[in-house]
């Protein structure tokens, strides 16, 4: 599974933006989908996660409430919508690939580059 996530920019705080994520091939609704994030000089994080059919989704705690996870399988898409953003959300965001959503929380199997998201305050 090939991976290209966009949607990345500049936003004052409080603004919003959505992250789209496209792949490639057929077998789209056979993983679970999700987003992570690294911001300088910290680890990667998880941020969300939603299950093949999109019924189940997971948030981490600073962004649950404000952020969205949702996917559409006959576009092969998952989308981060991104509300209430703050400073600091601001950090490389990627899409990931694997084999439940819950998986995802710790583990993903295939990669998308990252796509830039800063907050200005």
């Known amino acids: 599974v090939q991976l290209q996530a966009s949607g990345g920019g500049l936003v004052q705080a409080g603004g919003s933006l959505r992250l789209s994520c496209t792949a490639s091939?057929?077998?789209?609704?056979?993983?679970?989908m999700g987003w992570f994030r690294r911001a300088p000089g910290k680890e990667r994080e998880f941020v969300a996660a939603i299950s093949r059919g999109g019924v189940n989704t997971y948030y981490a705690d600073n962004v649950k409430g404000r952020f969205t996870i949702s996917r559409d399988n006959a576009k092969n898409t998952v989308y981060l919508q991104m509300n209430s953003l703050k400073p600091e959300d601001a950090a490389v965001y990627y899409c990931?690939?694997?084999?439940?959503?819950?998986?995802?929380?710790?583990?993903?199997?295939?990669w998308g580059q990252g796509t830039q998201v800063t907050v200005s305050s």
């Open positions: 091939g057929r077998t789209f609704s056979s993983y679970g």
């Open positions: 990931a690939a694997g084999s439940t959503a819950l998986a995802l929380r710790t583990r993903a199997d295939y």
